[in-house]
């Protein structure tokens, strides 16, 4: 029997109810007051959304590029005019303050915005005359049906990495977000609906692991975006690729923040805290490591520590609130039980967030800004993902150590360096070895119109997310070898 008042799936234009037998609660983590049941859809309802989406493709695909980027300029107007609603849900639903909300919610639009010059982006090139009367030409095609699959701590960002560059190129996509935050993607694909958007082209599939292994095996999905944690990612990687399709997975990280001791230490700290207590540490691009050079290591340590105790912490909707509470209870438990680890490992806990109550909020998952100090690089915490508001701090004694440490480990999300030396931005740069780097800046998260690029155990394939990266992804290119005579007999 089906279950009631799930939330529904939207395949071939329609919202329809989900033949799921199992549901999950969608909880609030600041309130834990439940917001809605998700339904955990089973295979069936996949087949449903690919075979939807594989008719669509025969007639969306010959739609002409500038048409079909029409209704990507419809979703900028209406992401635009909506973005309170959204920005609300997303902070309803994921926990982060009003202002991250808001801010993941320009980077989505940005995508649509870059999408819209899919007839630019798209094209191919061609060479008259490869050899005598010989022309050759490169033109790219949509591949197909796509899927795209996603974590909790973007629910608004996140799919559009990859869903307006899927569309544009001519494709047809299946969305499944995370189980944990579906409210935003529901208010998304309304948006998507009155947009006009022929039936068939985008579906939405609410469910887990069943919804992500019936992606991963069904042969008419020819390509899968994933991003989420290492395992899965290497998860959906492998299988994916066995069953024949195109996969880019961006996965977890630990990203380390080098100050140097000409760094402008007021801003380092500022911009330091931002990257590892902003969306409380729930970022893949949030600086986990924090490593002083020499002297930078007296006056950063203070006022880290200072920034770590005064941030306000508290419900994303309240007004001066710098950051909110963890995903779920889960989290917050194993958190908490990884700063442990760390105190058990030999790091000094400089700043305890554990154990907080925050007035009004008592049963949220909240954990104040953490530094653990003197992290042993060869600890097992030094290369676990934390994923909450917990910065490890280390000192170093040149920037030549510093480097060997971002890259002795497994994780290539982000690097970031804190100077006033061209030199050493410039050595930095060069050597290490993450795929986003940041120079005076905490969170490198690229532009639309460049790649988010993970490097190592961060990424699992070579194209990846937005820009120039997506079409690639999106599009296989044909060549086409071409002879013309006039009269033909003359030529042989
Ligand atoms: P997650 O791996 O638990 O879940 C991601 C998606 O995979 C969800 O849709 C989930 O339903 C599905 N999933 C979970 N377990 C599965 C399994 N066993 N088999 C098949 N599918 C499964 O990740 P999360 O906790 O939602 O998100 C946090 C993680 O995502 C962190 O590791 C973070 O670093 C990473 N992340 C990476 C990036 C990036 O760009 N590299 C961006 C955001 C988040």
């Known amino acids: 029997m089906h279950l009631k008042n799930l939330l529904p799936n939207y395949i071939n234009g329609k919202w329809c109810p989900s033949s799921a037998t199992e549901s999950l609660q969608v909880v609030n983590p600041a309130t834990v007051d439940v917001l809605a049941q998700v339904p955990l859809s089973p295979q069936e309802d996949v087949d449903t959304a690919v075979e939807a989406a594989a008719v669509a493709f025969s007639d969306w695909r010959r739609i002409p590029p500038p048409t079909r980027v029409q209704y990507l300029f419809k979703l900028k107007v209406l992401l635009d005019e909506n973005l309170d609603e959204l920005a609300r849900t997303i902070t309803l639903e994921c926990g982060k303050t009003l202002k991250e909300s808001k801010a993941e919610l320009r980077r989505a639009i940005e995508n649509v915005e870059v999408a819209c010059g899919i ?128 996969v880019q997975c961006q996965g977890g990280a630990k990203n380390p923040l080098i100050v140097l001791p000409d760094a402008d230490m007021e801003m380092t700290t500022r911009i330091a805290a931002d990257s590892a207590f902003g969306c409380a540490g729930q970022r893949c691009l949030a600086a986990s490591v924090a490593v002083t050079v020499g002297e930078a ?54 700043v305890d967030g554990r154990k907080v109550k925050i007035s009004g909020y008592e049963q949220g998952n909240f954990i104040r800004p953490t530094i653990l100090e003197n992290v042993n690089p060869d600890s097992s915490l030094s290369q676990t993902e934390i994923f909450g508001p917990v910065l490890s701090l280390m000192h170093l004694d040149t920037i030549e150590d510093a480097i060997a440490l971002v890259n002795g480990g497994q994780w290539g999300n982000m690097a970031c360096l804190f100077t006033s030396s061209g030199a050493a931005a410039r050595q930095f740069r060069y050597e290490a070895e993450a795929g986003n780097i940041g120079i005076n800046i905490g969170v490198a998260a690229p532009m639309a119109f460049f790649p988010f690029s993970g490097w190592k155990n961060s990424f699992y394939g070579d194209l990846h997310g937005q820009g120039r990266q997506a079409v690639e992804f999106f599009t ?14 003359r030529q042989f």
């Open 297 to 350: 290591r007296h006056s950063f340590t203070d006022a880290i520590a200072s920034a770590a105790q005064t941030r306000v912490v508290g419900y994303g909707l309240d007004e001066g609130v710098e950051m909110g509470p963890v995903i779920s209870r889960d989290s917050q438990t194993r958190i908490e039980g990884l700063i442990q680890q760390g105190a058990d490992e030999g790091a000094k806990v400089l």
């Open 119 to 246: 007839p630019m982006l798209m094209q191919g090139y061609n060479l008259e005359d490869v050899a005598r009367g010989i022309d050759e030409i490169m033109i790219r095609q949509p591949v197909g049906v796509t899927a795209i699959i996603s974590p909790f701590n973007f629910p608004g960002m996140i799919p559009f990495w990859f869903l307006p560059y899927a569309i544009a190129c001519g494709n047809t996509c299946i969305v499944k977000p995370s189980e944990k935050v579906p409210l935003t993607m529901q208010k998304v694909f309304e948006l998507l609906e009155a947009t006009g958007l022929p039936k068939g082209v985008v579906n939405l599939v609410n469910g887990a692991k069943t919804v992500v292994d019936a992606i991963l095996e069904h042969p008419k999905i020819r390509a899968i975006s994933f991003v989420g944690s290492s395992p899965v990612a290497q998860y959906v990687y492998s299988k994916g690729a066995a069953h024949g399709k195109r």
């Open 476 to 489: 296989q290119t044909k060549v086409v070898v071409e002879r013309w005579f006039k009269d033909w007999s």
